[in-house]
């Protein structure tokens, strides 16, 4: 199965300012999934977006999905020092036979 | 919900031993993955189980490694005989229907000497 590509590899931020990353990807997909990973831990759900979705919302987070580019971007709003992990984007590719595969993921760092 | 539990958290082994990671996954979900991450490969599928059955094992790297479920609620992962290269984290995660949010365990940190 394809991965998601994250972009970019690595992000640092002011707190309280916003941090976009984005994610592409190759073949048609169901959904897409984001995921977040804290140091040591296991990878967490964030939020899914369905292929017929364009935008959806969730807390501080904002997913867009664009289908044609094959591509979409989270972005978390009034970053916090919490909000530090890496992130990680996942396509569920159509026929939904194949297990999620991830790429490397963003690495965000929220300076207080 | 006690969520993916994964055990050990930690293991330490030489090299030629046999290792057995151990994982419980939320009941009632169907799936089961077995992923490795390490820094220089990112986090790997190798291999995930529909209803107890393997489905896909081609991410598994060598003979020397082998999973089973013998239950829904249980699952092993083993590697035999071990080698330095095997050091890296082990995920185990689980969903209700593939393409579903996956729960993940924290992990086994892997270190073969």
């Known amino acids: 199965s394809q991965q998601g590509e994250e972009d970019p590899q690595a992000l640092s931020i002011q707190e309280g300012e916003n941090a976009t990353m984005n994610c592409s990807y190759k073949t048609s997909i169901n959904n897409l999934q984001w995921y977040r990973q804290n140091s040591g831990r296991g990878l967490v759900h964030l939020i899914l977006?369905?292929?017929?979705?364009r935008e959806k919302h969730s807390g501080r987070l904002r997913v867009t999905l664009d289908t044609s580019k094959k591509s979409s971007s989270l972005l978390i709003t009034a970053s916090r020092a919490a909000d530090t992990a890496s992130y990680f984007c996942?396509?569920?590719?159509?026929?939904?036979?194949?297990?999620?595969?991830f790429g490397k993921g963003t690495h965000l760092i929220i300076q207080p | 919900d006690a969520g993916v539990i994964q055990s050990p958290r930690h293991e330490v082994t030489e090299m030629g031993q046999e290792v057995t990671l151990r994982c419980k996954p939320i009941s009632g979900h169907d799936y089961l993955f077995w992923y490795r991450q390490t820094m220089m490969r990112g986090l790997e599928l190798l291999i995930y189980?529909?209803?107890?059955?393997?489905?896909?094992d081609s991410g598994m790297p060598e003979d020397r490694f082998s999973a089973k479920m013998p239950n829904a609620s249980f699952s092993t992962l083993k590697i035999q005989p071990s080698e330095p290269r095997d050091s890296a984290v082990y995920f185990c995660?689980?969903?209700?229907?593939?393409?579903?949010?996956?729960?993940f365990g924290n992990g086994t940190r892997l270190t073969v000497t």
């Open positions: 189980f529909n209803n107890n059955v393997p489905i896909d």
């Open positions: 996942a396509p569920g590719h159509r026929g939904g036979a194949d297990g999620l595969t």
């Open positions: 995660a689980s969903s209700l229907v593939n393409n579903s949010p996956l729960h």
């Open positions: 977006i369905r292929s017929n979705e």
